[in-house]
């Protein structure tokens, strides 16, 4: 009987090790050869980058295994990889709205002295770079930028003879005047979400001169219900309800694109991945007519929207030097301009690949002056846009439902910001 | 009749061919569950770590959370108007295609296709459909000056969407299980009914309907257990929202784990969820014993 029993469970085993195997071998190879495993989620510019893993090989002899998954797979998976101790993943996909968390939980390996070690680290964008510094230590290298900009169809304003909203407050005269049955005034992203509307809304807070904190970072008291908050929401309500396609309160960036490319809507306030979108003209029917500006302002200037992107190395990991040979090779002056030239990626995070002639070329074609606009949109940008705490993301989803119900009437704007001042509270005294 | 009784080497046989899956079922099922199970009983938090307490703090701070209370009719919603549409939907068709024969037998592969469409295709095939902007529905109905209200912006909208999407793509697993039952029921039945002077409406209701009473509760149990685990649904189609109206709970236990990284808490909602899901499998697996033996 007993010799039996360990005949099935050694077939049982061996069954077991050949399903198993191929799961574990990258990461039992990599400790022996020169090879690192990275793991990123997917945006155009990533799945660019894993495009060109064989020039990494080709310069540094060292293979790189990129992994690009689903944002969703991408959260659960570092989650289980890095409380388990896994140490199969070697370079990460770090979003600059997670590296606090990532820090505090002990997740990351510090790189200042590689990056402080960098002969062009004075061509790498400051605010990108510092937003990845916490306590004195660089978590990790930017390689995207993301920021705010405006679209608007030409055509269309100047048929309703009004200018380009220069405010907050204009824009709501200009979605009164522009507004028609068969195109919306104006599509912006409503769904909840810290990504989804608390990337758009804070641009109409910050210009009111609304905060999320009395005084980031030195005074953490929240400040979401302050009148300038409510005057913010109150403008975002009356556009979307207003002048927004039907079905607004549950948009997002996917449902705005295509309102922008259909001419469903004239226009739109959101990152330069979206708006760009609109002067596609491979994409949108209107992307002649579309013309891309800065965000409007309001009482306290304008705050465009900023999303950074990086590479960081898990901590414990046994490829250190390895891994930031790629992050050096990810994040250089030539792998982000030929990204820049492959890929619809204007968000590079070093100065000089704007001084490249055939990527200056290229982002002409999208508006002549595309590129400036970035930066003076990046320059005008607040680092802390979303600020850098390590429960952000627990805030800004309870903040951006919160919103999102007092977009579709589920509670008036008053209670929205009220509800959202008491779970900010909660969240930071837990 | 009794089955033959096997031999005692048989039955060493067949016991061993049992060993791979409990083997399975413990490594992939039973341990992780008891992990969860562990876990619930801590205030493990992904940042924080765990500060060494141990306790039913999470079940007891659950009932005065109000984000869970009202996840549980939300999700209860989602059940009951699913599973009801679900099997009245499957059933109807079942009985439709049962009668059929000849070449339209080929309707029975049709109707089962949306069963192999992957849930977030499903999610983002009705995401289409039911945003205004998108839909060929709206666009239909604006040739002739109707406008259809948008679904996802309501809550009441945004349910009724989510039980839609669920019933289209799980409506073929009740018709498939139906179809079988009623492939058993003899069709001396319907002619000795019929002989009677029963009409067809009536021969089913009296008849049919009854004999297939068991399978619908146990098609019904299946269906209800699936629906307690809504997620990529919700995930893709309303982002729980608007504001958090579609957080059904098993969404709100992803939110407060991986979001809000309260791995402790969300476990004791996933413990919860567990507990109500083999409850009510328990008691209706009963009812269903009762009612096969009387």
Known sequence: MIKVTRRALTATLLLGSTVLAPMLAPGAAAAQAREVNVLLFSMPSTRGLAALADDFEAETGIKANIDVVGQDVFESRITLSFTGGARDIDVVHTPVIQVQRWVEAGWLEPMTAQIDGLDDKDDILTGPLEAYKVSGDYYGMPFFAETGLMAYRKDLLDAAGVGVPETWDEMLEVANAVDSDDTAAIAMRVAPGQGFNMFVFPMIMRAYGGKFFANYPDDMTPAINSPENLQALNTYITLMNDYGPQGIGNFNFPEVVAALQNGQAAMTVDGTSIVSQAVDPAASKFADQFVLALPPGGPAGRSPAIAVHGLGIPAGTENADAAFEFVKWATSTETLSKLAINEAYPDFTRASVAENPEVQAKYAGVQENFLDLRVEALNLALGHYRPLIPTWPEIGAAIGENVNAAVNGLMSPEEALEAAEDEMKSILAY | ?294
């Open chain 2, 1 to 294: 009749m009794t089955p033959p009784r096997a031999s005692a080497a048989m039955d060493r046989t067949y016991r061993r061919m049992l060993w791979p899956a409990s083997l399975a079922v413990g490594i992939f099922a039973i341990a992780p569950l008891l992990g969860m199970l562990a876990l619930s009983f801590t205030d493990f938090h992904l940042v924080r770590g765990w500060s060494g307490k141990i306790g039913i703090h999470n079940f007891l701070r659950l009932f005065e959370d109000r984000r869970f209370v009202s996840s549980i009719y939300i999700m209860m919603a989602l059940s009951a108007f699913g599973v009801l549409a679900q099997v009245v939907l499957g059933t109807a068709i079942a009985v439709g295609l049962d009668k059929i024969v000849g070449k339209w037998r080929v309707a029975r592969g049709i109707f089962v296709v949306p069963f192999a469409v992957p849930h977030v295709a499903v999610a983002l095939i009705w995401l289409s459909l039911f945003t205004p902007t998108l839909s060929p529905i709206n666009a239909v109905f604006a040739v002739f000056g109707i406008e259809v209200p948008a679904l996802l912006t309501t809550q009441t909208g945004a349910i009724t969407a989510i039980v839609i999407a669920d019933t289209w793509a799980t409506y073929p697993f009740v018709m498939l299980i139906v179809l079988a039952a009623l492939q058993g029921i003899s069709p001396d039945l319907d002619e000795a009914a019929a002989l009677d002077g029963a009409t067809r409406v009536k021969a089913f209701f009296r008849i049919t309907l009854p004999l297939l009473y068991p399978t619908l509760l146990m098609v019904a149990l299946f269906r209800f257990i699936e629906t307690l685990k809504h997620f990529p649904l919700i995930f893709v189609m309303t982002s729980g929202g608007p504001g958090r109206a579609t957080q059904a709970t098993n969404y709100y236990a992803y939110v407060q784990t991986f979001q809000n990284s309260n791995v402790a808490y969300g476990a004791s909602i996933a413990v919860f969820l567990f507990l109500f899901a083999a409850a009510i499998s328990f008691y209706i697996a009963k009812a269903n014993a009762r009612l096969s033996d009387a």
